[in-house]
């Protein structure tokens, strides 16, 4: 696409073709239909920060069969406990804000607080998944190693974490953090930054036109994705992307649930119907 890109300026030393300041990819342009009838198309523009971290304590380690007054275990699963437990604050970013608002009046819904934020979620089904993990930041436990042999008091214990955090949350995040694991926890990063693009433009207008052309009750909202996609590595060569890959789905399928699921999958004729906005989309773009 032509034009000045909106984000992050082009590195000095980016091979990437001159010219090229946005890009569309995957997780946006799918539909969800509200109990009123009104269906909605959400394009991505925002994605969380990925944070991958890897929680490790240390200890003493010896023979199972005696005392052990220094197990790591032990340490790491209080921790893990804690940070189980813990919800980390309603924040709302003007993308989830604007797409709380839009799907609200779709839905004739009441939304005028933030503090009613959940309960616009507790409205969305299956999709709620989603939208409730852009409200606040997230940590969930996915792996946690210790130990070799049934006897034995290991010296280390390691849990993975995978975090997600708001843009401009990350100082607040940490500190959260560290206050809820305590002292003597040794922490490791794996991170990619948040990205975020605006909604509008000639190439938001593009996206919308075909939508209408196709779908003349399509809503279209921005919103933000909870998880991450390949377009943190485009937005390091300066290039703004939109997650569009159009699908509008039946009003009964519960889209999130089938993320990384054992059938995961989508309707062919949504397939079809999104072949037919894309082709629109890039030859008016």
């Known amino acids: 696409m032509a034009g000045a890109p909106r984000g992050c300026p082009r590195p000095a030393s980016s091979s990437w073709p001159d010219g090229v300041t946005e890009a569309i990819g995957e997780v946006g ?14 394009v991505m523009t925002v994605e969380k920060s990925k944070r991958w971290l890897k929680i490790r304590t240390r200890g003493v380690a010896g023979h199972g069969s005696m005392l052990a007054e220094d197990n790591p275990i032990g340490r790491l699963g209080e921790a893990l406990a804690t940070l189980t437990k813990h919800r980390f604050p309603l924040t709302l970013t003007p993308t989830v804000r604007q797409f709380l608002e839009g799907i609200s009046e779709a839905g004739g819904w009441n939304f005028t607080e933030d503090t009613q934020a959940e ?5 969305l089904g299956g999709l709620g998944r989603i939208i409730g993990a852009t409200i ?18 290991p010296a280390i214990a390691e ?18 953090l560290a206050q809820l694991l305590g002292p003597g926890i040794e922490l490791e990063w794996h991170e990619q930054e948040s990205l975020a693009a605006t909604f509008d433009g000639d190439i938001v207008d593009a996206m919308v036109g075909a939508l209408l052309n196709h779908d003349p009750n399509a809503i279209v909202l921005p919103y933000m994705m909870s998880g991450g996609t390949d377009a943190k590595r485009f937005a390091r ?30 309707p062919v004729n949504a397939i079809r119907f999104g072949v037919g906005v894309l082709d629109e989309f890039l030859r008016t773009a």
């Open 237 to 266: 060569l300066g290039i703004r992307n939109f997650g569009f890959s159009p699908l509008p789905l039946p009003p009964d399928l519960d889209f999130a649930a089938l993320f990384h699921g054992v059938d995961e999958r989508a």
């Open 159 to 176: 849990a993975e974490v995978d975090c997600r955090v708001l843009p401009g949350r990350r100082e607040a995040f940490d500190a959260e």
């Open 119 to 123: 309960d616009i979620v507790d409205r």
């Open 136 to 153: 606040r930041d997230t940590a969930n436990v996915t792996v946690v190693s210790a130990g070799y042999k049934s006897n034995v008091v």
């Open 29 to 42: 342009g799918f539909s969800h239909t509200l109990d009123n009838g009104a269906r909605a198309y959400l």
